[in-house]
């Protein structure tokens, strides 16, 4: 055995000190697995990072570990992605999985989703064929709905990129047009208003010296409201003014509609969203939708 000349060697290089002492881990490791499968990970790991074994004779960590474990390199990297993928504290309060479970466990995700299935299943009891069935049918609701994000995205998507199409077109035929007879009814009662609030001050003005409190009270309350009318019809003019100056826009049409449009989608696709009683994939599709629109709209020159 290649190791056997370092072992007998009488004085050693720093670097074959160095191999020995991470050997020398890696084997007290393994001889008890079940137990520390965590420490001979990082151990192989950290071999494989740094080659100390090339001071050994050994080519590559297989030949190393073949020689003096008796593992095929599937193995090997079995222990290192053991290792890589949970932390000790879950590793050891959850040893009793064994190190071909733990590996299978390995394919769902990182360490918060395999702690969640390992949370709902009795995995411990489980036979390894039993816990392949169980992580493919995970696998096979998780790309369901992968599917429908994906579909969402390009559903979008296609209303985003084409203003012209049917869809649109149709919704064009849908949005408003301002009749500027609304205005004038607007101004008349506008008008109303304003002769309402003269007559309420004409009246607080001649009882400005009267004792009569209670009258002058409930005048004061009638101008108040008259007032207050009057203020939200100015408001109201004013703005649909500017929805009349804007219904003759042919882009302005274009782009409502487009944004009726989608504003119907997004709604219609948050609502469908809430129904999902999987609450991590209610996130996951907000995530989806929100990453679709972030840093999409900008005032960008072609």
Do not use: W
């Not at 050997?23 to 137990?35: D, F, R, V």
Request: glycine letters at 4%.
């Amino acid at each position: 055995m290649k190791l056997d000349l370092i072992i007998t060697k009488k004085e050693l290089t720093n670097e074959e000190q160095e191999f020995l002492e991470l050997h020398n881990k890696a084997y007290q490791a393994a001889t008890y697995s079940s137990l520390y499968g965590y420490e001979f990970g990082g151990v192989l790991k950290q071999l494989n990072e740094t080659k100390k074994y090339l001071v050994a004779g050994y080519e590559t960590l297989d030949e190393y570990t073949s020689e003096v474990y008796g593992m095929g390199k599937s193995q090997v990297y079995k222990y290192i992605k053991l290792y890589e993928t949970y932390s000790p504290d879950f590793f050891h309060s959850s040893g009793n999985l064994g190190i071909t479970k733990f590996n299978m466990l390995a394919s769902i995700g990182d360490e918060k989703e395999i702690k969640e299935f390992v949370k709902e299943n009795n995995v411990s009891e489980m036979t390894v064929k039993e816990l392949q069935s169980k992580i493919d049918e995970l696998k096979k609701i998780d790309e369901d709905k992968e599917a429908i994000i994906i579909q969402l995205q390009m559903d979008i998507e296609a209303l985003q990129a084409d203003p012209g199409a049917p869809e649109i077109r149709e919704v064009i035929k849908e949005v408003p047009i301002f009749d500027e007879t609304k205005i004038k009814d607007l101004e008349e009662k506008l008008s109303k208003a304003e002769k309402n609030n003269a007559k309420l001050s004409s009246e607080l003005e001649k009882l400005k010296d009267s004792s009569d409190k209670e009258t002058i009270n409930e005048l004061k309350k009638s101008l108040k409201s008259s007032t207050e009318e009057k203020r939200n019809l100015e408001a109201s003019i004013e703005a649909l003014k500017k929805k009349v100056s804007l219904s003759s826009n042919e882009d302005y049409n274009r782009f409502k509609a487009q944004f009726n449009l989608l504003e119907k989608v997004i709604k219609e696709t948050k609502n469908m969203v809430f129904e999902f009683l999987d609450i991590d994939f209610q996130s996951k599709c907000f995530i989806a939708l929100n990453k679709l629109f972030e840093g999409s709209i900008k005032h960008d020159k072609k």
